[in-house]
């Protein structure tokens, strides 16, 4: 991300729902938990509260441009990123 131009702050194996906080000098921000998948799309290594706290963001979030709220899933060196879209289409 800092080769994309964006300054980054991480806070790994925090108890906060954001791991990485990223911003770019156009003010564009993302606020990524970064997770280990098991198996497939349906097994994020998250249990109900960390998402409901991811979701919560995604939700105060929703209608504001420039911040987007992510989670970035690795199964083993794959990633998949999920934006603040396809969090709030997760039923909870």
């Known amino acids: 991300m800092e080769k994309d131009g964006y300054l980054v702050w991480r806070s790994p194996a925090s108890k906060s729902p954001?791991?990485?906080i990223a911003i770019n000098d156009k003010g564009y921000v993302k606020l990524i938990q970064v997770k280990r998948k098991r198996y497939n799309l349906n097994k994020l290594y998250l249990n109900r509260e960390e998402f409901l706290k991811i979701y919560e963001l995604a939700k105060k979030f929703e209608n504001v441009d420039n911040v987007d709220v992510e989670i970035w899933a690795?199964?083993?060196n794959k990633l998949e990123k999920y934006?603040?879209?396809d969090i709030l289409n997760i039923s909870i």
Request: charged share 35%.
């Open 83 to 85: 934006n603040k879209r």
């Open 74 to 76: 690795f199964l083993g």
């Open 18 to 20: 954001i791991d990485i």
